[in-house]
Each structure stands twice: as C-alpha cells, then as structure tokens.
C-alpha cells in the first residue's frame, strides 16, 4: 500500500491563479480530511468527507473547494489564490472517522506571490 | 466552536531531562489523540486515549486523560535527540472534526 499520497510536493503560483492539490489512499478509507499548517497555528481543518459524495466545511473553508467523486481521490481546488494560502497543506485519511487514526500525506508546500 | 489549547508552545530540554506537554478542550471529548510530527514530515500517529482518568504507556511516553475528558498530557521520561519533534494533541467532540491544539516544539540538547 502506497497510504494516503500527495501531489505536487511543491508549488508556487501567483495571487489569482487557481490550482487544485492532490490527494489519493489506498486503503479503502471513508473518512478524508484536509489541514493547512501555518507556523504556530497547529493543524486547522478546511474540510473534510466522511464518504463519496458527501462533503463538509471546517474551521477555515474560505477560498477552498472539494470534491469527493471517489473513495480514493480528495482533491482541494483553490479557485484564486491569494498570499494568505501560503501555507503547508496536509491531506489525512481514516477508515471510519475522527475517532480513528488518522494518516497523514506527505504534504504539499505552497507559496502564493 | 470546539477550542483545544496546548501549552507550552515550545520546550528545550537538555539530553535526558523529562519533557510533558499539556491540552485543554473548552468542551469534554469523546477521545483525544496524540501525533508526532519531526522537522520537515508529516504528523505521525502516536496513540488515542477514549476513557476518563486512562493512562497509557508507550517506553518512555506515559499520555493522561483527565476525570473531566477535558484535558491530557504526554510526560516522555529521559528525552533522548530522538524525541526532537513537534507534539500535537487532536480532540474529537463528537462532532465528525478533529481539533488540532497549536503543538509543542521539543528542541533537546545532547
């Protein structure tokens, strides 16, 4: 098994260009979920999916869309990227939900100009 | 919304002195979750606390749940350089989202 992969590792867009990352697991995950992580804010919740077809909003979904067409794919478009989503973004999956172990991604470090 | 603070934010300890981070939830928990995260990687499962007053041990690590399930610690005994890394705490209210707390730093001195 692969685990839960993230594409790219790196990315640099200028302020407006709109991008989507990548996010696949190969363990028949339900739960899927997407954080960004900025220096000294911790982990913070942009949305997450508790199955194909059903997705929700977390603590920071502004400027963000997902999808969840696959049990396998979570990808998370950013429509018009502005400087404020520079940022580590981590995809993370679990069998069932958050009362499980999550596994997180490589990540996928971007920088918006 | 469900707030999970975590102090302190950063420790430096020297080679074999003892380390404990602390997490506080602003509502009681249906379980809390403990991660690894060393510089430049992705956070790492280290173990999920359900019950009220549950003490686990892992080695070195020793992780709380408090009576209330509102708060928790992680006490690592005689750090070693491979303990270097940040230590977050992740609430689960019931709710379908974990809450992250802001993490603890470990920086230790050999």
């Known amino acids: 098994n692969a685990g839960v992969t993230q594409t790219p590792k790196f990315q640099v867009l200028k302020t407006g260009q709109s991008m989507t990352l990548q996010c696949a697991q190969d363990?028949?995950?339900?739960?899927m979920s997407w954080y960004r992580q900025d220096p000294g804010m911790g982990l913070r919740l942009i949305h997450y999916?508790?199955?194909?077809?059903?997705?929700d909003q977390g603590e920071v979904p502004n400027g963000y869309n997902v999808s969840r067409s696959t049990t396998e794919d979570f990808p998370l478009r950013l429509l018009s990227a502005a400087p404020s989503q520079t940022s580590v973004y981590f995809c993370?999956?679990?069998?069932?939900?958050?009362?499980?172990?999550?596994?997180f991604g490589p990540g996928t470090r971007l920088l918006v100009l | 919304g469900q707030q999970v603070m975590q102090i302190p934010q950063y420790q430096h300890v020297q080679e074999g002195e003892d380390f404990t981070t602390y997490c506080n939830s602003s509502?009681?928990?249906?379980?809390i979750q403990w991660y690894k995260q060393r510089p430049g990687g992705h956070p790492v499962f280290l173990i999920q606390?359900?019950?009220?007053?549950e003490v686990k041990k892992q080695k070195r690590l020793t992780f709380q749940f408090g009576e209330a399930k509102k708060n928790s610690s992680l006490h690592i005994t005689a750090t070693q350089t491979t303990d270097v890394g940040t230590y977050f705490c992740?609430?689960?209210?019931?709710?379908?989202?974990?809450?992250f707390g802001k993490g603890t730093k470990l920086t230790v001195n050999p």
């Open positions: 993370a999956s679990s069998f069932q939900g958050v009362q499980e172990t999550q596994y």
């Open positions: 363990m028949n995950h339900e739960y």
């Open positions: 999916s508790v199955g194909a077809g059903i997705t």
């Open positions: 509502t009681t928990l249906s379980n």
């Open positions: 606390l359900v019950k009220s007053g």
């Open positions: 992740a609430g689960d209210d019931g709710s379908e989202k974990l809450v």
